[in-house]
Every structure is written in structure tokens, then in C-alpha cells.
Nanobody, 118 residues
Framework: QVQLVESGGGLVQAGGSLRLSCAASERTLTMYKMGWFRQAPGKEREFVAA????????YYAGSVKGRFTIARGNAKNTVYLQMNSLNPEDTAVYYC???????????WGQGTQVTVSS
């Protein structure tokens, strides 16, 4: 059973930064893409950023482009989300996800809370 473990969430003031990390428990897991999603209270889950594991192509939602950076970690099957210039609209539970074979995300983490105060 593949597990994705997220960490790094917390409370930060507007304008501040946080770095989220995600590690897949299965080191031999084949990954096509690894990504981050978020869900704010009362809203649907939305895409934040993703990285194609082969080649490193990155994708960002328009609302975070230029502020957030997704990057591969040094450890196998880990990914980071560096979040800068945070604003209260970024407050949400952030989820790490893996698409193992195609564009469908088939593994999800438990989520980590990010709260940005004004």
C-alpha cells in the first residue's frame, strides 16, 4: 500500500513563506507525475502545481505561478512545494498526489493545513 506523507504546513503571516514536503513510502513506485492540490473551506479541491517525473516539466495554477515552486527532493520519490508571498487566499488543506501511469492521480496524502493570517 503506497502512502504519501506530507509535512511542513502551519500558520504564517501574509507575505511569509512555507515549504511543504511529500514523500512516497514505496521507493520503487513508478511515477508519471507528482503534484499538489489544495482545498479551502467550502470550496472544491483545486490543482496547485505538478511535476512530470521524467524530464522535470512543471505546471502551475495561475493563482500561484511566480510565488510557488515545485521541486524534486534529494531523497527518492520526494517533492517539495516552496510557497512564497503567501496571502490569506492560500489558506487551505494541501494534498500531495501521485499519478503513477498517466494523468489520473491515483495516490493521495492525508493533507497538511496551511493557514495564512492577514
Amino acid at each position: 500500500q503506497v502512502q504519501l506523507v506530507e509535512s511542513g504546513g502551519g500558520l504564517v503571516q501574509a507575505g511569509g513563506s512555507l515549504r511543504l514536503s511529500c514523500a512516497a513510502s514505496e521507493r520503487t513506485l513508478t511515477m508519471y507525475k507528482m503534484g499538489w492540490f489544495r482545498q479551502a473551506p467550502g470550496k472544491e479541491r483545486e490543482f496547485v502545481a505538478a511535476m512530470r517525473w521524467s524530464g522535470g516539466t512543471t505546471y502551475y495554477a495561475g493563482s500561484v505561478k511566480g510565488r510557488f515552486t515545485i521541486a524534486r527532493g534529494n531523497a527518492k520519490n520526494t517533492v517539495y512545494l516552496q510557497m512564497n508571498s503567501l496571502n490569506p487566499e492560500d489558506t487551505a488543506v494541501y494534498y500531495c498526489a501521485v499519478a503513477s501511469l498517466g494523468n489520473t492521480y491515483d495516490y493521495w496524502g492525508q493533507g497538511t493545513q496551511v493557514t495564512v493570517s492577514s
